[in-house]
């Protein structure tokens, strides 16, 4: 029997401690992704947690700092997996698709950071792997990219500044773009929770 599982990847505390934090595009991450999670709960799908690491590099992302963790507000319950991964994606450096495999899963919704990183990364692998994908941007977030150019010791001010820098607007409709049609079917939170209430009243 098919089944579907929502993978929530990266909302993490790591972001919280970049600066940058404060200018991403969606501060109720974590209401947002709790509402397609009480969705997916309640629908008897499968909730996978993914967290990022960086061993050994002292960044946020080292677990040795101790902000490889979810955001407050966001708990696991009891058979619930939370993966950890090295890679951008959520499949390359985890038991991800054996996992979904003997869960007999084959529709995959996705959310979290970073819009056009992480997520939408393994949106593509997902696709690629022969899931069917539901991208949910509204419980995605992101932050502004600075131009390639730009030294890493920029401050965000002068991120901000440098009209060559890509706004949270331009990488969501990107993200958008590249996706519908060819990896994934681009959705709303409200969009998820209506279908999930339209499955329970058959």
């Known amino acids: 029997m098919s089944r579907a599982a929502l993978l929530v990847i990266d909302v993490q505390e790591s972001?919280?401690?970049r600066p940058i934090w404060a200018y991403g595009?969606?501060?109720d991450i974590v209401g947002q992704v709790d509402r397609l999670v009480t969705a997916a709960r309640q629908r008897g799908d499968l909730?996978?947690?993914?967290?990022h690491a960086e061993p050994g590099t002292g960044g946020v992302f080292d677990?040795?700092?101790g902000h490889v963790r979810l955001?407050?507000?966001?708990?696991?319950t009891a058979g619930e997996p939370t993966l950890v991964k090295t890679a951008h994606n959520a499949f390359t450096t985890t038991n991800l698709q054996q996992l979904l495999t003997t869960?007999?899963?084959d529709d995959l919704t996705v959310c979290g950071i970073r819009t056009e990183q992480c997520v939408e990364t393994t949106a593509r692998v997902g696709s690629d792997l022969g899931y069917r994908m539901t991208f949910v941007t509204d419980a995605t977030q992101t932050f502004p990219i600075p131009h390639r150019e730009?030294?890493?010791t920029a401050t965000v001010e002068e991120i901000l500044a440098d009209p060559r820098t890509m706004t949270t607007e331009e990488?969501?409709?990107?993200t958008e773009y590249a996706l519908a049609g060819r990896f994934a079917t681009i959705s709303t939170v409200d969009e998820v929770i209506g279908a999930a209430l339209a499955d329970a009243r058959r």
């Open 63 to 65: 677990p040795a700092r």
């Open 25 to 27: 595009s969606n501060p």
């Open 150 to 152: 730009v030294p890493e």
């Open 47 to 51: 909730v996978v947690w993914v967290l």
């Open 171 to 174: 990488i969501i409709t990107r």
């Open 15 to 17: 972001f919280r401690q």
């Open 103 to 105: 869960a007999g899963v």
């Open 71 to 76: 955001l407050d507000g966001l708990t696991p």
